[in-house]
């Protein structure tokens, strides 16, 4: 049989055949300027690495002109019912490159504006938690949603993975404006985003009012407190500094009345004589606002017997 010599020099064929397949390739492996590729842990991950205080919320609600969440629309009565929410989660951006970042790198991604917004605690913990676009999607202002993922994983130039650069697109795809929107028909809500008839009724059994939430008063009372992260109350609750345990101030033995201040002796008037009312050394939340001294800056001399979770300088804020 004769086989028939391409009109063309074998050589310039195998340079054409190799160059598409480059192309291809490449192409294959970027998405918006991200490169794709699976998710890789390569160092541990720790929350104590990308911690961020309790005083940057107000610059959020600065930035989203109120206290609301755009993945619901759902306004909030007071800062205390929301919780701060990173756009991609903590966890995520680790598994994304910042593995290998440095802590400065890691501290400025926890406390960046462009990736976090507010949330109720229902959806931060139970609904998104550190999911990612493929595992979770906002009800509203997706393609607000979708854009700011794309933007702060280029800004930490974060990799993608594929079924997540899929989502993003066809959501991206479809926009004709990806401007945050904040809806007319929001209304004030003083829970979450979900109404207390929706609790189930193994969680129900604590939230004495009826609203939907547990508070630490609520917990305390049904002899729960304090409450870990495993622990089915706590998505229902707010964990303002993001340790992971609610109501760790006070704990099952807090007192039920308040307690007047301890009187210093003449010779000794020292802050854990002034306010540690249980003499254990250490002053809590629950007693420095029973001195009327909360919050506690740094500079306050029972700010050293006290516990700075967050590391912001303030204390029971």
């Not at 400025?108 to 949330?119: H, M, P």
């Not at 906002?138 to 899929?166: G, I």
């Amino acid at each position: 049989m004769n086989i028939s010599a391409p009109p063309w020099p074998l050589g310039i064929s195998i340079v054409a055949i190799t160059c598409c397949l480059t192309s291809t390739t490449t192409s294959a492996q970027t998405w918006r300027g991200l490169r794709v590729a699976p998710e890789a842990r390569c160092s541990p991950y720790s929350p104590d690495d990308y911690r961020y205080p309790q005083s940057v919320e107000p610059r959020i609600i600065d930035s989203l002109g109120g206290i609301w969440s755009p993945y619901t629309g759902v306004s909030f009565a007071s800062r205390r019912d929301t919780d701060i929410e990173h756009i991609v989660a903590r966890s995520e951006a680790h598994d994304s490159g910042l593995c290998a970042a440095s802590a400065q790198t890691r501290r400025q991604f926890a406390t960046d504006l462009l990736n976090l917004t507010l949330a109720s605690p229902t959806v931060n913990r139970a609904q998104k938690s550190s999911h990612d676009a493929v595992g979770w999607l906002p009800d509203q202002n997706r393609c607000w949603f979708a854009d700011r993922v794309v933007q702060v994983r280029q800004k930490y130039q974060l990799t993608v993975d594929r079924q997540e650069a899929d989502v993003l697109d066809g959501i991206l795809t479809s926009c004709s404006s990806t401007t945050l929107v904040r809806s007319s028909s929001t209304t004030p809500a003083r829970a979450t985003d979900s109404t207390a008839s929706n609790l189930p009724a193994d969680i129900a059994q604590w939230d004495d009012n009826g609203n939907g939430r547990i508070t630490c008063a609520e917990a305390r009372a049904h002899g729960i407190a304090p409450v870990l992260r495993t622990h089915p109350a706590y998505p229902y609750m707010r964990d303002g500094d993001g340790d992971g345990i609610v109501c760790e101030s006070g704990g099952r033995s807090a007192p039920r009345t308040n307690r007047p201040a301890r009187r210093p002796s003449s010779s000794s008037t020292g802050p854990l004589q002034l306010y540690d009312d249980n003499g254990n050394g250490r002053i809590t939340c629950a007693e420095a606002r029973r001195h009327g001294i909360a919050p506690v800056v740094r500079s306050h001399p029972a700010y050293r017997f006290m516990n700075d979770r967050d590391n912001d300088g303030v204390v029971c804020e």
